[in-house]
């Protein structure tokens, strides 16, 4: 899996990405969410919310976060699952491995 | 019915026949019968096609899961351990794992998922089974209480904590330090090989833990149960349609106070009450197979609603069915009684009535400002 490597194509915005989580989760969480904000450690995410979060982002961003990426890493904060998104869909966008298999 | 899977409907109809009575009052199903199935891929038949598997939709597995539970909830318990595993395998594992683990998993071995501890069952956040990385190794140890299936196991997904977080490894039945002791008489489902399963510094290569690791408890244990969720809520579907096509056809022959039971009309409210749970059932069930099959967020609340309801649906219906019957299916074995106890169970696996109505009512607070 390649983690720093530069865009090859048309990026999303950062920003777009990390505003589009800041809305989702503040509107589902019912309370202001900021981008660093520990969202585990501090209990704000339920079990249940933790899957959804998941399947969101896989829908949202034609993504499969599967297997390594679904480390708890990813998720810890808004900021960490907006890199995970430009990585997942940087290795989709390029056709390269992990696609094409979970259909 | 579902039009999917239709040579899978009829290989279990064959497989199955009128067994399911015996293996109830043996306690046991024929290992050969599973492992063919297994073989078949019909015991965890949302498994790609590029993994060996049949590539099924949720809605058409949740069919052929139905139909099984409407036979024998013993043999459809087998079937969501091994749809749990190999889901687990397909969401958590690298890509080696998941060739490999799901490949064995569409040839005939049986796999079984270990949540449940002796001071974790609602409360999974509570589980204390330790993986501790050892260099290539980890060691594993930990008790696992009421593990459907593991029985019949060759591979068992164990979850247990590991580091800050969580991780899911798959386990040899037969590595040293695993030992499997079968539950004496459960009370439903009584064939379906649940097991306390002992693990006593179980040593095994770093690569059967899935994705390397490190996931989030809740997140590993939501995904796992979802699953379940779907398969129970289905199976339960299946024990309400064995109740009503039991209860319909007795009450339409027997005849007391010169009339069949049927025309009798607090039976006849029996009947109506069958169809309903039949019918709203299979309704919230459908609805969460669309959801899983459209990739929705809203799968994961909506395999607790369809577990919910239908479970409720499956116990009420049980409990009708052997008052319809009365003596004629008050045996053990006969699909009454086995729907009754079975169904029971229901209520509690994956989820107790309880815990699902904690979560649904958080739902219900989510949609309020």
């Not at chain 2, 990385?133 to 593990?147: E, H, L, R």
Request: a negative charge; one cysteine or more; glycine letters at 10%.
């Amino acid at each position: 899996m390649t983690t720093e490597q530069t865009f090859g194509f048309a990026p999303a915005s950062t920003d777009a990405i990390t505003d589009a989580l800041v809305s989702f989760l503040t509107q589902r969480l019912k309370t202001e969410v900021a981008p660093d904000q520990e969202l585990f450690k501090s209990g704000l995410v339920s079990s249940m919310f933790a899957m959804e979060l998941v399947v969101h982002l896989e829908a949202s961003y034609d993504i499969a976060i599967i297997g390594p990426e679904l480390k708890l890493d990813n998720f810890r904060t808004i900021r960490a699952m907006t890199s995970l998104v430009e990585r997942l869909r940087e290795v989709e966008g390029l056709g390269a491995e992990g696609t094409g298999e979970d259909g | 019915m579902a039009e999917g899977l239709a040579s899978e409907h009829a290989r279990i109809g064959e497989l199955v026949g009128d067994q399911p009575a015996e293996w109830d009052l043996a306690g046991e199903l024929p290992e050969g019968l599973l492992r063919k199935l297994g073989a078949e891929g019909i015991l965890c038949a949302q498994v790609p096609a590029v993994f060996g598997g049949l590539g099924a939709r949720s809605q058409d597995n949740g069919e052929l899961t139905a139909y099984t539970g409407s036979l024998c909830s013993s043999l459809r318990s087998i079937m969501t351990s091994q749809g749990i595993a190999a889901w687990t395998i397909q969401r958590f594992g690298d890509r080696e794992q998941r060739r490999r683990y799901l490949a064995e998993l569409t040839s005939g071995q049986l796999a079984a998922v270990a949540f449940s501890e002796p001071e974790a069952g609602s409360d999974l956040s509570a589980m204390r089974t330790l993986i501790r990385p050892a260099g290539d190794s980890i060691v594993i140890d930990g008790q696992k209480v009421w593990t459907t299936g593991a029985r019949y196991a060759d591979l068992l997904v164990v979850l247990g904590r590991y580091g800050d977080g969580a991780a899911a490894v798959v386990v040899p039945a037969e590595a040293p330090g695993v030992r499997v002791e079968p539950v004496t008489d459960p009370m439903g489902c009584r064939a379906a090989g649940h097991s306390h399963v002992r693990l006593d510094g179980v040593r095994l290569p770093a690569s059967h833990v899935l994705g390397g690791g490190g996931q989030a408890l809740s997140l590993l244990f939501t995904t796992a149960l979802s699953y379940g969720r779907m398969s129970v809520a289905w199976g339960c579907v299946g024990i309400v349609r064995a109740c009503l096509s039991a209860a319909a056809s007795h009450a339409k022959r027997r005849e007391q106070s010169g009339k069949p039971l049927a025309q009798h009309q607090l039976v006849a409210r029996h009947l109506s009450e069958l169809l309903i749970a039949e019918q709203v059932s299979t309704r919230v069930c459908e609805h969460a197979s669309r959801c899983w099959d459209a990739g929705s967020a809203d799968m994961v609340t909506a395999a607790v609603l369809a577990k919910h309801v239908s479970a409720g649906h499956a116990a009420r219906s049980a409990a009708t069915t052997v008052q319809v019957l009365a003596s004629a299916g008050a045996t053990d074995g006969h699909v009454a009684a086995r729907a009754y106890r079975d169904a029971k169970l229901m209520e509690i696996i994956e989820g107790s009535s309880e815990i699902c109505q904690l979560l649904l009512a958080e739902q219900a607070l989510a949609t309020v400002p």
